[in-house]
């Protein structure tokens, strides 16, 4: 079946390009110097304007085109009508081009769950670490991830720890020639795009994990995987995105925190190339809409 006939695939579509919208009011924010920050329910759990202007442009911009999609958001946001500017209503075409897997080409509006993180790596964000940053926009079918996509606002930034915001002035940098910001997308059966798949070095066993929310037990079973580095940096879609580039070995976070928002989308980038993501038992996550 054409994918442009598919629900499924007309969702990517959409998905890919309203994360790129939300990547942009992500940008904006930074560059327009005012963040809006509120403790959500500890210093390490915040809110920014970003997470509220890019949740509410995704979630807008999907239940438009998509009437009859269950849409769960990480903010707990109050209804009110959505400023047009924030309304993507484009899809990428070259996702449209794409043969929809088989087993998921009858598939209903209604049948589909998206996990929505308008701002997955908020804490880094406010310190400057932009290039923590994602948009993490995950679709589940019968409590399964299988779509997703990811944009990067800030791929290609040149950025360090002694790296501050400064007010009223945007400081995101790329080198020469290079294109601020990326989108990687993926579809189980199909696979996974945007990106080039690299292995780690033969021979190191690199684990990545938190760099906010540590804990002694998080830190002893790190510890305990006798690794040859250890790599901490903010945001879950960011830590996936070490592990197919070949920067890190595995993700380790045995601690209560990840939410499905968190999870969804990377899973379904990191299935789609061979590897896997489970719980501290190693169960496959959950992803329906009451889970």
Known sequence: MASSNTVLMRLVASAYSI???????????????????????CATDLQTKADRLAQMSICSSLARKFPKLTIIGEEDLPSEEVDQELIEDSQWEEILKQPCPSQY???????????VDPLDGTKEYTEGLLDNVTVLIG?????????????????NYENNEKQQLREHRNEAKAGPDAVLGRTIWGVLGLGAFGFQLKEVPAGKHIITTTRSHSNKLVTDCVAAMNPDAVLR??????????LIEGKASAYVFASPGCKKWDTCAPEVILHAVGGKLTDIHGNVLQYHKDT
């Open 19 to 41: 994360a790129q919208k939300a990547g942009m009011i992500v940008r904006r924010v930074i560059a327009e110097g005012d963040l809006g920050i509120v403790e959500k329910t």
């Open 139 to 155: 679709i589940a079918y019968e409590g399964k991830a299988i779509a997703g996509v990811i944009n990067q606002p800030y791929y």
């Open 233 to 242: 940096v903010g945001g879950a879609g960011n830590k996936i995105i070490q």
């Open 105 to 115: 080409s009858a598939i209903k509006e209604e049948d589909l769950v998206v996990w």
